[in-house]
C-alpha cells in the first residue's frame, strides 16, 4: 500500500482514515464481513460513496460503501450520540437522492423500484457513558416527540469497539482490533497525564510490528497525532457542553485555556465569547479554514473550538 502524499481539506477522523480510504479497502472489506458474518473476498467490489463534505448542514460521514446489494453507512462516535438515527436519515436521504438523479431510478415510474439496502452502524468507543452494552440498537421514532405515530422508522446498529467489548467480532477483523488496541492505549498515555502527541508516539511504540495498520499510522506519524488530538478536544467540548438541539444552546461561553492552543473544555457564560464561537462555527462551515478565522482576527483558540464542534 503507498500511505505517502495525502492532501485534505479537512480533518478526517482517524476511524476514517484507516476504514474509507480506495488504498484501504480491503480492511473495508474486512470490517464489512466481520459485522455481517459473510465472507467477501474481492475488495474491489466495494464502491466508496463516504459523504464528504455537506456545508449546508455542517455534516460529514465517516465511511459509505456499497458492496452486492447493500449500501453501508459507517459511523464512529467516542461520545454516545442518540442522534445517530437522524444522522443516518440524513446521510441515507442524501445518497439515495443522488442516486435517483445520476443513476436509472425512475421513482415516478408506475414499476418498483429497487434500491441498495441501507445498512446503518455506529462504532462507539467512548468512555462518556459507563457501560455500554456489545450491541444496541437506536430507532429514529425515538426521536419523535410522538414516536407511537410516525410513519418513518431507521434503526442504526451501535457496536461498543472499546478495547475488551466485542472480542468475536474483533477477532474477525484484524486492523479493527488494532484499531481498538491503539485508542485504548492512548488513553491509557492520557490518564498517566501524558501530552496527546506523546501519548500518541508511546503507543506507536508499543505496537506490535505485525499489526497490519501500523505502516500507515507510522508513515504518517504528523496526521495520526493532528486527528487524535481533534478527536480528544471534540470528547472535551461535547464533555463541557449541556446539549439544547440548537447552536446558541451549545454554545454556553467562551473556550478557555492556553496550552498552545489547545481546547480545555471549560465553558463560561460570557455572551460575547458565545457569539464569536457560533460566528466561527458558521464560517467554517461555510468553507473557511482555522487560518483564514485567524487571519481575520478570530484568536487562535475560538478558531480551534469552531473547527472542531463542526
Not at 466561527?280 to 485567524?294: N, S, W, Y
Request: charged share 30%; net charge negative.
Amino acid at each position: 500500500m503507498e500511505y505517502n502524499g495525502i492532501n485534505r481539506q479537512y480533518k478526517d477522523r482517524l476511524f476514517k482514515f484507516i476504514f474509507g480510504k480506495e488504498n484501504n479497502k480491503e480492511w473495508t472489506l474486512s470490517l464489512y464481513n466481520a459485522v455481517n458474518g459473510t465472507n467477501h473476498s474481492d475488495h474491489e467490489q466495494i464502491e466508496l460513496k463516504t459523504i464528504e463534505d455537506v456545508l449546508y448542514i455542517g455534516m460529514k460521514n465517516d465511511v459509505s460503501f456499497l458492496i452486492a446489494s447493500d449500501l453501508n453507512f459507517y459511523e464512529q462516535q467516542s461520545s454516545y450520540c442518540p442522534n445517530e438515527p437522524m444522522r443516518h436519515f440524513v446521510y441515507a436521504g442524501m445518497e439515495y437522492s443522488k442516486m435517483i438523479k445520476m443513476e436509472d431510478y425512475f421513482i415516478y415510474n408506475s414499476s418498483l423500484q429497487k434500491f441498495p439496502t441501507p445498512k446503518c452502524i455506529c462504532f462507539y468507543n467512548g468512555v462518556d457513558k459507563g457501560d455500554v452494552p456489545d450491541k444496541d440498537i437506536l430507532k429514529l421514532s425515538d426521536a419523535f416527540m410522538d414516536p407511537g405515530k410516525s410513519d418513518i422508522e431507521l434503526k442504526v446498529t451501535m457496536i461498543n469497539i472499546n478495547y475488551g467489548h466485542n472480542e468475536e467480532l474483533l477477532k474477525m477483523c484484524k486492523p479493527l482490533k488494532e484499531y481498538s488496541w491503539f485508542i485504548h492505549e492512548i488513553r491509557c498515555g492520557l490518564n498517566k497525564e501524558m501530552p496527546i502527541d506523546k501519548a500518541v508516539d508511546e503507543a506507536l511504540a508499543q505496537m506490535p510490528e505485525d499489526f497490519l495498520i501500523k505502516p500507515l499510522l507510522i508513515g504518517n506519524r504528523a496526521e495520526v497525532k493532528s486527528m487524535c488530538l481533534t478527536e480528544y478536544d471534540e470528547e472535551k467540548i461535547k464533555r463541557g457542553f449541556r446539549t439544547e438541539g440548537y447552536e446558541a444552546g451549545l454554545v454556553d461561553g467562551r473556550i478557555e485555556g492556553e496550552q498552545k492552543g489547545k481546547i480545555e473544555g471549560k465553558i463560561e457564560g460570557k455572551i460575547e465569547g458565545r457569539n464569536n464561537l457560533i460566528t466561527a462555527i458558521k464560517r467554517i462551515r461555510a468553507g473557511e479554514t482555522v487560518e483564514d478565522l485567524i487571519a481575520s482576527g478570530v484568536d487562535e483558540e475560538t478558531a480551534k473550538a469552531a473547527e472542531s464542534i463542526s
